[in-house]
């Protein structure tokens, strides 16, 4: 992407006949979908972005030893992720998705594979469930009677849980150590970034309603078959085409505030930017940064910026050698029954032909081994691998890239709706974007992309324009609305 502007269609005029214009602060999965969003209406917009690349962190980083784009940490998306699927549908790298049906788990002496059969949703992957070796017929028992109890929960209920952890849910609703550790632990954190007990109850809820029970799809998980950055590629000629320009390896050093409006925004090298409207979808920690004490006490969506915890990720790449070449991994991917590794992921063979087979093991809630060495979170992960993997035990690891994330997401306990705002507020042209602000979701690639399609309908509605369409949740299909009315 260019670092100077490239002109292309006038937008929206305003009053002086000057094309609207807009800069979006922050370059990642949010500050993208809210910048995509509002050069397709028309605005010419300038995206700042600190990192050389965009993504942010879901975004990718060059291994020198390997030659290869490697991405911070494996990002998955479920069917029920409309926001996500309908921005890379405006980017036109939906195809680049592949889609898997099966989820395996590792089990005792083998893989056990969640998979949905021909009954309908919500039942739809219950004959499945009963076949795992992972669970004992109590626990089993247990889940079945915990996934039921989710279903009783309406959409609209789920808010009533917001201030419970669901590690109190699970235990008022008598689920057994076993069932915690081996079933609900693995997915809430998976999700969520962080343990049950850490999780408010109405997130967990919506990850085991959404992305389990609605539909007989809604669990598929969708995996890039590029390096995430290249997703992003096509916004910054959508960009480029609404007369608007991409600024990587730019920071923004300070949000200018005058008489109660944003007046600029000022990039470190001494480059300022104005505008008509403005984004922010930096993280909250950045944002306050950026913002002096009078700027924060002119809007109360910015009081609470330091109120938030953060969770770390870890992402191991490991390159792997087997005496005929090919992957450790016998399946696509793999749920592992022990920490600190959730995660396996086959990467496809590395760049140099007959050099090895790549893997990502993912490390979710990771603040324990955030400050370990590199190497020694490499061992680990490898010893997960050769753990699981049978055909391990004949392989050499070649190679490593350990990327810590160590503020990776927000983590959504029990309260933490209030302290995230809307996107608009008191600051009538400052519009915030950012998987921390109010959409509904916990910290994932959904929920950002949710707020920046939030902060540009909001930006085009104080603008005079015309808000794009909503895009529709995931509906419940009618088999789950009768068994849960």
């Known amino acids: 992407m260019s670092d100077s502007p490239v002109h292309g269609l006038d937008g929206p005029a305003s009053a002086d006949g000057a094309p609207r214009t807009a800069v979006v602060v922050g370059g990642g999965v949010a500050g993208l979908s809210a910048a995509v969003r509002l050069a397709q209406a028309g605005v010419a917009v300038t995206l700042v972005e600190s990192r050389k690349r965009v993504g942010g962190r879901a975004g990718s980083m060059h291994d020198p030893e390997l030659d290869a784009w490697v991405d911070n940490c494996q990002h998955v998306l479920l069917r029920g992720c409309t926001h996500l699927i309908d921005f890379y549908k ?9 889609w898997h049906s099966k989820l395996y788990f590792e089990a005792p002496g083998g893989v056990d594979v969640l ?29 079945m009677r915990g996934l039921l109890a989710v279903m009783q929960v309406s959409r609209r209920g789920r808010a009533f849980h917001a201030d419970e952890s669901f590690g109190d849910w699970l235990r008022a609703r008598r689920q057994p150590p076993g069932a915690v550790s081996r079933f609900w632990e693995p997915v809430v954190v998976s999700a969520c970034n962080a343990r049950p007990d850490h999780v408010a109850a109405h997130y967990a809820l919506q990850v085991f309603q959404e992305g389990f029970l609605y539909t007989g799809v809604a669990y598929e998980m969708g995996l890039s078959e590029v390096p995430l950055a290249d997703l992003y590629e096509p916004a910054g000629e959508m960009l480029a085409a609404a007369g608007g320009e991409v600024l990587t390896a730019s920071t923004a050093r300070r949000i200018d505030l005058q008489d109660g409006r944003v007046a600029g925004v000022d990039l470190s090298g001494g480059r300022r930017l104005e505008a008509d409207a403005y984004v922010s979808a930096l993280p909250a920690d950045r944002l306050a940064d950026a913002l002096d004490t009078d700027a924060r006490a002119a809007d109360p969506r910015l009081a609470r910026l330091d109120g938030f915890h953060y969770d770390a990720i870890i992402g191991a790449h490991l390159v792997t050698l087997t005496p005929d070449g090919g992957s450790v991994l016998a399946t696509p991917h793999l749920v592992l029954s022990e920490g600190p590794f959730q995660w396996l992921f086959d990467k496809g063979a590395s760049p140099d032909a007959g050099q090895g087979h790549r893997l990502h093991a993912v490390a979710s809630d990771a603040d324990a081994l955030a400050t370990t060495p590199a190497g020694e979170i490499a061992e680990m992960a490898w010893d997960a691998v050769r753990r699981a993997c049978p055909r391990a035990r004949d392989a050499e690891l070649l190679h490593h890239r350990v990327i810590v994330e160590r ?77 849960s009315a």
């Open 90 to 98: 405006r980017l036109q790298v939906y195809k680049q998705i592949r």
């Open 115 to 143: 998979a949905a059969d021909d009954l309908p949703a919500p039942m739809h992957l219950f004959r499945s469930m009963l076949g795992f070796t992972r669970l004992s017929p109590g626990e089993k028992w247990a889940v």
């Open 407 to 483: 503020r990776a997401t927000f983590r959504p306990e029990p309260g933490v709706d209030r302290l995230r705002p809307p996107a608009a507020g008191a600051l009538s042209n400052l519009f915030l974007a950012g998987d921390w602000t109010a959409t509904g979701w916990p910290s994932t690639m959904e929920g950002a992309c949710r707020s920046g399609y939030n902060a540009a309908a909001a930006a085009l509605e104080a603008l005079g324009l015309s808000a794009p369409e909503p895009i529709d949740d995931l509906a419940p299909g009618s088999f789950y609305q009768l068994l």
